[in-house]
């Protein structure tokens, strides 16, 4: 048998092993709380110092982020939607920058064009309906703006192109290699794609497309389309015969269409070899007035001749019989010199004009040509 005290070792050795089980382990946690592990995957963390500033100086802040000035984005939102005939909420500016242009016209101005050297601050501005984007130049303000591209042929998608080629030779009747795009830009039609008699009701729906001029040899054609060029229209109105072929105008930022007042319909002549300009209204209450744009303060109108009512409603009938909406937008002053004049037409509530030379005034399509024989019959004085 074992004696008591044999029996009392034999308990305490578990009991001290234990003890110094735990003492280890106190030792070990107290190592590791006093210095941090450090692996190859995980290197020691430098100390940052605070950068020392002089006294009674702040930190230099960051540079505010460049924005886009509200009165710039509304205004292209605003052109764009009236241009193309979108609603303005299903557009968007996607992207922009600060930009230098060369001159008064952006960078965008036409070899006959007049534009300022002064070199001008603005902006780019990307467009976008979800589907398509436009780019426009600006001023610093806004006021000034035009869209890139606006009679660009190379803008329309080749596989389009072929397409719209592919119709015009069958309605032309000219092989495709005799034929020539001319001029492209984006529209938005409505159901009959901006192509209808009279008597036909188009759905009035949005279709965003394309409106392009094909030449071929004496004549051309201007064809509307959707914009997949699933849907082809020939627009037999604006198109014509012989070697005057139109390009289209850049929207005027200042024809929003909003501020028609009392006048029906106006033009701009400028030209010839005094260096004439000046403005001609015919007004709801029949006087047609003329306005003298050479002087540096605004003139006063002068009446030049006052229609009878039916006279005026005479007129309207003409305008409305001859489409003259189809040919907004349309340039036909092809030429220039000393001694022609160059004359804008515009009506009531249009955000574009039609323009052309006297000189080649008998080359332009038939209807066109009705138009402007009915207002050379009002503005001539008797």
Same mark, same amino acid.
């Given at each position: 048998?074992?004696?008591? %005290?044999?029996?009392?070792?034999?308990?305490?050795? +578990?009991?001290v092993?234990?003890? &110094?089980?735990?003492?280890?382990?106190?030792?070990?946690?107290?190592?590791? @709380?006093?210095?941090?592990?450090?692996?190859?995957?995980?290197?020691?963390v430098?100390?940052?110092? +605070?950068?020392?500033?002089?006294k009674?100086?702040?930190?230099?802040?960051?540079?505010?982020?460049?924005?886009?000035?509200?009165?710039?984005?509304?205004?292209?939102?605003r052109?764009?939607?009236?241009?193309?005939?979108?609603?303005?909420?299903?557009?968007?500016?996607?992207?922009?920058?600060q $930009?230098?242009?060369p001159?008064?016209?952006?960078?965008?101005?036409? +070899?006959?064009?007049?534009?300022?050297?002064?070199?001008? %601050?603005?902006?780019?501005?990307?467009? %976008?309906?979800?589907?398509?984007?436009?780019?426009?130049?600006t001023?610093?303000?806004?006021?000034?703006?035009?869209?890139?591209?606006?009679?660009?042929?190379?803008?329309?998608?080749?596989?389009?192109?072929?397409?719209v080629?592919?119709?015009?030779?069958?309605d032309?009747?000219?092989?495709?290699?005799?034929?020539k795009? &001319?001029?492209?830009?984006?529209?938005?039609?409505?159901?009959?794609?901006?192509?209808?008699? +009279?008597?036909?009701?188009?759905?009035?729906?949005?279709?965003p *497309?394309?409106?392009?001029?094909?030449?071929?040899?004496?004549?051309?054609?201007v064809?509307?389309?959707?914009?997949?060029?699933t849907?082809?229209?020939?627009?037999?109105?604006?198109?014509?015969?012989?070697?005057?072929?139109?390009?289209?105008?850049?929207?005027?930022?200042?024809?929003?269409?909003?501020?028609? *007042?009392?006048?029906?319909?106006?033009?701009?002549? @400028?030209? *010839?070899?005094? *260096?004439?300009?000046?403005?001609?209204?015919?007004?709801?209450?029949?006087?047609?007035?003329?306005?003298?744009?050479?002087?540096?303060?605004?003139?006063a %109108?002068?009446?030049?001749?006052q229609?009878?009512?039916?006279?005026?409603?005479? =007129?309207?009938?003409?305008l409305?019989?001859? $489409? =003259?909406?189809?040919?907004?937008?349309?340039?036909?002053?092809?030429?220039?010199?000393?001694?022609?004049f160059?004359?804008?037409?515009?009506?009531?509530?249009?955000?574009?004009?039609?323009?052309?030379?006297?000189?080649?005034?008998?080359?332009?399509?038939?209807?066109?040509?009705?138009?402007?024989?009915?207002?050379?019959?009002?503005?001539?004085?008797?």
């Amino acid at each position: 048998m074992k004696s008591t %005290s044999q029996k009392m070792a034999q308990w305490l050795k +578990p009991g001290v092993a234990t003890i &110094a089980l735990l003492s280890l382990l106190t030792i070990g946690m107290q190592s590791l @709380s006093a210095k941090p592990i450090q692996t190859e995957a995980s290197p020691p963390v430098p100390t940052l110092k +605070p950068v020392p500033t002089q006294k009674g100086t702040a930190p230099p802040r960051p540079a505010p982020a460049v924005r886009l000035p509200g009165s710039v984005k509304t205004a292209v939102l605003r052109a764009h939607a009236r241009d193309f005939q979108m609603s303005i909420k299903t557009l968007r500016v996607v992207s922009f920058s600060q $930009e230098t242009w060369p001159d008064s016209c952006l960078g965008l101005g036409r +070899p006959e064009a007049t534009c300022g050297l002064a070199l001008v %601050s603005g902006w780019r501005v990307e467009v %976008s309906n979800g589907a398509k984007r436009w780019f426009y130049r600006t001023d610093r303000t806004g006021r000034n703006l035009q869209m890139e591209n606006t009679n660009n042929a190379s803008s329309l998608p080749r596989a389009i192109e072929q397409k719209v080629l592919a119709i015009a030779a069958k309605d032309m009747g000219v092989p495709v290699n005799q034929l020539k795009l &001319a001029a492209a830009r984006a529209r938005g039609w409505d159901g009959c794609l901006g192509v209808a008699d +009279p008597t036909t009701g188009c759905t009035m729906i949005l279709i965003p *497309g394309w409106q392009v001029i094909v030449t071929a040899p004496q004549q051309y054609g201007v064809y509307h389309l959707n914009q997949t060029a699933t849907l082809i229209k020939q627009n037999p109105t604006t198109s014509g015969k012989g070697t005057l072929v139109p390009t289209f105008l850049q929207p005027d930022p200042s024809m929003d269409g909003s501020n028609t *007042g009392d006048i029906i319909f106006q033009s701009m002549t @400028s030209g *010839g070899i005094a *260096g004439l300009a000046y403005k001609t209204l015919l007004m709801k209450d029949g006087k047609v007035m003329r306005i003298d744009l050479r002087q540096q303060t605004p003139a006063a %109108s002068t009446l030049i001749r006052q229609l009878t009512s039916q006279e005026v409603q005479a =007129f309207v009938a003409t305008l409305q019989q001859n $489409e =003259f909406s189809d040919f907004l937008g349309f340039n036909y002053a092809s030429i220039e010199g000393a001694d022609y004049f160059t004359i804008a037409l515009t009506a009531s509530g249009a955000t574009q004009s039609t323009q052309y030379v006297d000189m080649v005034q008998d080359q332009t399509p038939p209807k066109l040509q009705q138009i402007i024989q009915a207002w050379n019959r009002i503005t001539n004085p008797r």
